[in-house]
């Protein structure tokens, strides 16, 4: 079944400048809600107990929105946009009034997944709703609006939780999100309006069961290896080969389904595949620089905490300034050649960490993380229009879906490869704790980075020639 929508109708009728602001709104929750539960953990752990599984409240929730966004972003190309964001908001609400009442560490645990299925689907529908609504040439500057939110969040996240934890006062973390839900929610209900030609779906619900438990064995294994459990155990080999024998049959059931979870057809266009590929090595890159770095600068150069987030921050600044600014640049010589400039720099700044590793100085750190931030913003945005450019209001939500889920795929890999590397090596030293074991542990984390931008790089260069885009088409 195909469904169509009156783009005319939507960019009409829809008040574009309200609803693009419900958007930021809403992607400043999901943003923030990365990172301000961090530096409140231990006042969490204080109240709640139960300290050995508070890494959970983050795996889960990462977990919970990677696995859900393929099923969203599918259900948003045959009911529509809109309703997915809504029931998106609304779990993400119901999951912060839960947390916020949580009684236990489990019974947190639990409630973060909600919120976690509430962030799988606001975040890829907002960056589709932008593509339905605004142009080619459009996004270029609203690109750049969505990129800064993410920037600002980095730094008032930890801020504000650090602030509620001060205070004693960590559930309004979650209670803050209630009247922002509901600002958002309210925003879309009355300003976003779009026309959809209803059709009776057939609802692809073993598919739908089986890629969430395939992709949750696979995530969990690469979340928790060597972390919760150690790579070669029982848990890891039934998140594993469960978890992969599970995506074989979806495969299989796929085929043929009536209306498919994924439309495996979409993964074997070169531009879809290539600027997938891109997305996860910037999820893999993203998530290495951010994790580690602290790490390095506090062991090996003794920074304080404020300085070394600081210091890692400037990867954030880096991001939006180029996502404003590349717009210009992909409407003059393509998105392809615009990718390879930004993966270029980006590749080059992951070298210069390898570079400066055995200076742990935080000033130094920060300048190649603003470049490699550059490079990253200079990069994501681009492939991810181009990617919406080649497809139809019918797709889009699908290629917007696939590329928010490759860079959640290339976080879980990410830190999993290089916390490998980084845990091995501190093992091995004479001093583990020594600045000078986590400098050589830190160099050689650097050089997976470096080697995944390497790769990145490579899926840049194998995208398909393209030309001029049309800064008017939809």
Known sequence: MTVSVDRASVGLRSERGPVLGALMLATGLIAIDTTILATAVPTVVRDLGDYQLFPWLFSVY???????????????????????????????????????????????????????LGAGAVGPMAMTIVGDIYT??????????????????????????????????????????????????????????????????????????????????????????????????????????????????????????????????????????????????????TVGVTTFGPAYLEGAGGAIPLVSGLAVAALSMGWPLAASLVGRLYLRIGFRRTVLIGMSITTVAAAGLVLIAPWPNPLLFAVVAFVLGFGLGWTAAPTLIGAQAAVGWGERAAVTGM??????????????????????????????????TVVWASTWVFVGAAVFAALTLLAAVLMPRDGVPDPDAV
């Not at 946009?81 to 609304?90: E, H, N, V, W």
């Not at 009442?101 to 919120?115: G, N, P």
């Not at 928790?224 to 299989?252: H, K, N, P, R, T």
């Not at 889920?405 to 501190?426: D, P, Y």
């Open 136 to 285: 080619v040439g459009e996004r270029a500057k609203v690109q750049g609006y969505m990129a800064s939110v993410w920037a600002i969040s980095s730094v008032v996240g930890p801020s504000l939780g650090g602030i509620f934890a001060q205070l004693d006062a960590w559930r309004w973390i979650f209670f803050i999100n209630v009247p922002l839900c509901l600002l958002a929610g309210w925003m879309l209900v009355t300003r976003y309006h779009e026309q959809v030609e209803r059709h009776r779906h057939r609802i692809d619900y073993l598919g739908a069961v089986l890629l969430t438990l395939g992709l949750t064995g696979i995530i969990l294994g690469l979340l928790e290896g060597d972390s919760a459990w150690a790579w070669l155990s029982w848990q890891s080999a039934i998140c594993f080969i469960g978890g992969g024998l599970l995506l074989v049959v979806f495969a299989f059931v796929e085929k043929r389904a009536a209306e498919p979870i994924i439309d495996f057809a979409l993964i074997t266009r070169r531009l879809i595949l290539t600027c997938t590929a891109v997305a996860f090595g910037v999820g893999a890159l």
């Open 403 to 436: 590329n928010g889920f490759a860079r959640s795929a290339g976080s879980a890999v990410g830190v999993a490869v290089l916390g490998a590397i980084s845990n091995s090596l501190l093992d091995a030293g004479e001093g583990a704790g020594d600045a000078a």
């Open 62 to 116: 990462l977990l919970a929105q990677a696995v859900s966004v393929p099923i969203y972003s599918r259900f948003a190309d045959t009911v529509g946009r809109k309703p997915i964001i809504l029931i998106g908001i609304g779990l993400f609400l119901a999951g912060s009034v839960l947390c916020g009442f949580a009684w236990s560490m489990v019974t947190l645990i639990l409630f973060r997944v909600v919120q976690g």
